[in-house]
C-alpha cells in the first residue's frame, strides 16, 4: 500500500491564531472573514455571532460549500437557528466552534479535499 502526503499547496490555510486575529497564508488579519480554497473576504461577521442573519449566511452558498465551519471568537457561542436555516435548507453541513477549533478543523478537511468554508465572527 503506498502513503501519499495530503497537500494543500496554492490554497489557502490558516497558519496562526490568537485572540482577536487569524493568519490565513501567512497574512495575519482581524477575526470577522470567510476563507476557502480560492477566496477570502474579510470584514464578515463583523457584528459578531448575535448579528449573524439568514440573509448573510445564504449568501456563503455562493462560495459552493460542502460544509461551512462557524467560527464563533474565542468561546462557543450558537448562533440564531432561523440563521442558519439557508445552509440546512441547500443541504450544506454546518458545524459550530470556537474559532481556534474552525481554523484546525478547517486545515484538516481542506487537506481531504472537502470543499469547505469557514466563516468567523470577530
Known amino acids: 500500500m503506498k502513503f501519499e502526503r495530503e497537500t494543500t499547496a496554492g490554497q489557502n ?19 470577522g472573514l470567510v476563507v476557502s480554497a480560492d477566496r477570502v473576504l474579510e470584514g464578515w461577521g463583523a457584528g459578531g455571532i448575535g448579528q449573524l442573519t439568514a440573509a ?3 449568501a456563503l452558498l455562493d462560495w459552493k460549500p460542502e460544509i461551512v465551519l462557524l467560527g464563533t471568537g474565542a468561546t462557543f457561542r450558537f448562533p440564531d437557528p432561523a440563521a442558519l436555516a439557508p445552509l440546512y435548507a441547500a443541504g450544506v453541513g454546518v458545524e459550530v466552534m ?3 477549533a474552525a481554523c484546525r ?7 481531504e479535499g472537502r470543499r469547505v468554508v ?3 465572527v470577530a
Open 13 to 31: 490555510t490558516f497558519t496562526g491564531y490568537g485572540d482577536g486575529w487569524v493568519e490565513v497564508s501567512g497574512r495575519r488579519v482581524a477575526a
Open 56 to 58: 448573510g449566511m445564504a
Open 98 to 100: 470556537d474559532t481556534k
Open 105 to 111: 478543523t478547517y486545515n484538516i478537511l481542506l487537506a
Open 118 to 120: 469557514a466563516a468567523l
